[in-house]
C-alpha cells in the first residue's frame, strides 16, 4: 500500500476510535455543578466563555471544576485591577482625589482577594478544607469592601461598568464559595 494512503487510513481510523468515545470529545457537564450556586447562569457562562474550561474532561471531580473556576475568578480579578488603574492613570476624565483614592482603594482590595484566592487553591490541593473557606471569605470580605469604596462615590465614577464588574467578581466568588461547600 502507497505510505500517503497508509497515513490516510491511520488518521481515519484514530478519528473512527475516537467517535466511539464521546467523552473524550465532550465537554463538560458544568451544569451540574453549577446547579448548586446562587449564579448559575454566571457559573456556567464563564465557565463555557472560559479558554481553561474547555479542556476538562467530562468526568471532571468537582474540585476540578472549582479549580477552574478559581482561575477564570482570578483572571477576572485581574482584568478588574487593570481597568482600576488604567482609569486612574489613562481615564477619559480627570478623577477628584477622592475618587482616586477610592479607586487605589478598591483595587487594593482585588488585589488581596487574588492572593487569597491562591491561597484557596493551595488549601484545596492540600485538601485543608478549613483554609479553603476562611480564604474563600476573606475574598468575598475584600470584593466587598472595594464594592463599598466605590459606591461610597458613585455619582462621580466616570465609568460605572467598573462598579458592574466588582459586583460580577463578588458573584464568581460567591459561586466558588457555593462548590466548595458541596465538597464538605
Not at 2 to 11: D, G, K, T
Not at 30 to 51: A, G, N, P
Not at 123 to 131: F, L, V, Y
Not at 176 to 182: A, E, H, L, N, R
Request: net charge neutral; glycine share 2%; with cysteine.
Amino acid at each position: 500500500m502507497n505510505p500517503i494512503m497508509n497515513n490516510h487510513a491511520l488518521v481515519l481510523s484514530f478519528f473512527i476510535f475516537l467517535s466511539f468515545f464521546p467523552s473524550l470529545n465532550a465537554a463538560p457537564d458544568i451544569t451540574k455543578i453549577c446547579e448548586k450556586v446562587r449564579q448559575k447562569d454566571l457559573c456556567i457562562s464563564s465557565y463555557q466563555e472560559s479558554y481553561i474550561g474547555r479542556y476538562v474532561p467530562d468526568n471532571a471531580e468537582p474540585e476540578v471544576i472549582a479549580l477552574v473556576i478559581i482561575k477564570i475568578t482570578v483572571n477576572n480579578a485581574s482584568d478588574v485591577s487593570r481597568n482600576l488603574k488604567t482609569t486612574v492613570l489613562e481615564g477619559p476624565v480627570p478623577l477628584t482625589p477622592e475618587v482616586q483614592v477610592k479607586y487605589g482603594l478598591c483595587d487594593q482590595e482585588v488585589v488581596s482577594a487574588m492572593k487569597e484566592l491562591d491561597k484557596v487553591r493551595t488549601a484545596m490541593e492540600s485538601r485543608n478544607r478549613r483554609s479553603e473557606k476562611l480564604n474563600l471569605k476573606a475574598a468575598v470580605a475584600n470584593t466587598e469592601n472595594c464594592e463599598k469604596e466605590l459606591k461610597k462615590v458613585e455619582a462621580q465614577l466616570p465609568n460605572k461598568e467598573q462598579l458592574e464588574q466588582v459586583i460580577m467578581l463578588k458573584e464568581l466568588l460567591g459561586n466558588v464559595q457555593d462548590i466548595v461547600k458541596t465538597f464538605g
